[in-house]
């Protein structure tokens, strides 16, 4: 089956630091996306990233698909990046499949 | 923004009891998407449709049923609950196309007594 491995599975940063998230697969794709889920909450797109980089504030996706990973970047962390960040990727035109995510903990 | 909401958020079902969450989406979406989140597994697929009147199933499709009266409407149903069901369910709506994107839903809390 389709096999989606993020690590680390969980990191404490003191507030400022920055994060590196990895998110690997096992087959080629033709799409990814990266997601933010709130303690308790759902989940909110934070990127559609199949190929090349994108930023948005300071979050940073990077996509290399012939290395077959992708990777997020979190600079200068705040309190409130705390929760967890999924990665889903698509093979083909049907669905979608998840990471387990890492758990981010920002701490003031 | 994508708009899709889900009901009941929270349900208390008992065992062999029938549980019916709905999901609707106002985006015009032609897929929609019911998975299930555990600690552990992460998010697993139960069963997706690409239009009203289709359902296909997902990764873990045993045990529940789901219904696509209409574009907006997705129902995910088990029959008869057992408490290996209790988990967090989410919905989701998307399109394959420009970008291939996914709209979750706020999310039902289910526990199976």
């Known amino acids: 089956g389709q096999q989606v491995q993020q690590s680390p599975a969980s990191l404490v940063l003191q507030e400022g630091e920055n994060a590196e998230l990895q998110c690997n697969f096992s087959?080629?794709?033709?799409?990814m996306q990266w997601f933010y889920q709130r303690p308790g909450g759902s989940l909110v797109s934070l990127f559609y990233n199949p190929s090349g980089t994108k930023q948005s504030g300071r979050l940073t996706s990077t996509t290399v698909i012939k290395e077959r990973r992708s990777s997020l970047h979190i600079s200068s962390s705040q309190t409130t990046d705390s929760g967890t960040y999924l990665c889903?990727?698509?093979?083909?035109?049907?669905?979608?499949?998840f990471g387990k995510g890492t758990s981010l903990t920002v701490i003031p | 923004e994508a708009a899709v909401t889900q009901s009941p958020r929270n349900k208390v079902a008992v065992t062999g009891g029938k549980v019916t969450l709905s999901c609707n989406q106002t985006n015009n979406h032609n897929n929609m998407y019911w998975y299930r989140q555990d600690t552990g597994h992460g998010l697993r697929l139960i069963h997706y449709s690409y239009g009203a009147g289709s359902t296909e199933k997902g990764d873990i499709p045993d045990g529940y049923k789901a219904s696509r009266p209409s574009q907006e409407n997705f129902s995910l149903i088990l029959e008869l609950a057992t408490p290996s069901q209790t988990s967090v369910y989410f919905c989701a709506s998307g399109d394959w196309g420009v970008e291939d994107t996914q709209y979750f839903g706020p999310g039902t809390r289910l526990l199976v007594l």
């Open positions: 889903a990727m698509a093979t083909g035109y049907q669905n979608f499949y």
């Open positions: 087959t080629s794709l033709n799409s």
